[in-house]
């Protein structure tokens, strides 16, 4: 038996989300003493997908039809579920993204798996199978016993420290048969915000909110954003206010965010955003308020005004590289 891992890969590049996915399956490997195996869709070259090796996969099985460039949820399914079967692996490992998450439940009706979605930790198997899984966005965890002989793990971000000590994987081509009936739903088009970075793949995340008192102040959070290879966000009231578009908005009812650091500055910490933002790694607060409810949920926190702090930030930032 193997493990087989769904990867997916965005600009030529294998996604860091999806490394960690890698990762967490090579301890799982090793802890049931199982080979690594990785499959990866659509164009991208194979020293790239190579790369999978430094976090713990041995193989990467690759279906280089460009019909699966566009990421049809159906097509990755059929791809995915031909791979399981034709590798022999009991476990699929993924990482909980959107696309993961409806090529998982697809897969879990189709390949007869038990699935596990916000995955944290290495499932305990004396007695069962115990999966330890995130829940009301990172406020709690539940253990969850899946009883299939087949298994889909969807592992949370940010859940796993990222392996990197691996050798290069090789590389194999993987022949699958897609029926047209794969390909019924067709993605016509695809409109991306202009942002450098993506605001939901990004590893730091610098937010403003109404502190930062207008518009036309927000040169200050993206140049400390840009000194910091991060994407932007805001708060709700912000994007409702019109100072930002609302794809930038951070929180429950907007873009919900879980890089290894984020940064609010001029947010009070409503409950509606850190619901958004509390799987994040570590969180760092820039308020002038020190009774700001954001500072009970911060590892680090700042209090002072925020249009002295940031350009003495970036300015220190800058300087150091």
């Known amino acids: 038996m193997s493990i087989l891992v769904y990867i997916e890969h965005t600009e030529g ?31 991208i070259e194979d020293s790239a997908l190579a790369k999978a090796g430094s976090a713990g996969a041995k193989k990467v099985l690759h279906v280089a039809d460009e019909k699966l460039n566009d990421g049809v949820i159906q097509a990755h399914a059929s791809a995915v579920g031909q791979a399981f079967e034709q590798s022999g692996a009991d476990t699929l490992v993924l990482a909980k993204s959107s696309l993961g998450d409806a090529v998982a439940a697809r897969l879990s009706v189709k390949l007869k798996a038990g699935l596990a979605s916000n995955v944290v930790a290495l499932p305990e ?5 115990k999966v330890r899984r995130s829940i009301y966005t990172g406020k709690a965890f539940t253990d969850t016993v899946i009883t299939t002989d087949n298994k889909i793990l969807a592992v949370k ?20 048969a897609l029926a047209e009936g794969d390909f019924a739903a067709k993605i016509t088009s695809t409109d991306k915000a202009t942002d450098e970075i993506s605001l939901p793949e990004a590893d730091i995340v610098v937010s403003g909110g109404r502190g930062l008192k207008g518009p036309e102040n927000w040169n ?12 932007t966000g805001c708060s709700k009231p912000v994007s409702d206010s019109g100072w930002r578009p609302h794809h930038e908005h951070v929180g429950q009812t907007g873009v919900k965010v879980a890089p290894s650091l984020y940064v609010a500055v001029g947010i009070s910490g409503a409950i509606q955003h850190l619901a958004g933002v509390n799987a994040s790694k570590y969180i760092l607060v820039i308020n002038k308020d020190p009774e700001a409810p954001f500072f009970k949920a911060a590892d680090y926190g700042i209090v002072g005004d925020a249009f002295e702090i940031l350009p003495k930030l970036t300015e220190a930032l800058k300087a150091i590289k």
């Open 220 to 231: 200050l959070i993206e140049d400390l954003a840009k000194a910091m290879g991060a994407a």
């Open 157 to 176: 971000k940010n859940a796993v420290a990222l392996k990197s000590d691996g050798a290069d994987a090789a590389v194999e081509t993987l022949e699958v």
């Open 125 to 129: 198997e004396d007695g069962g199978y």
């Open 13 to 43: 590049a294998i996604k860091k989300t999806s490394l960690e996915a890698v990762s967490y399956a090579s301890a799982l490997g090793e802890k049931e003493g199982k080979e690594v195996v990785a499959v990866a869709l659509g164009k």
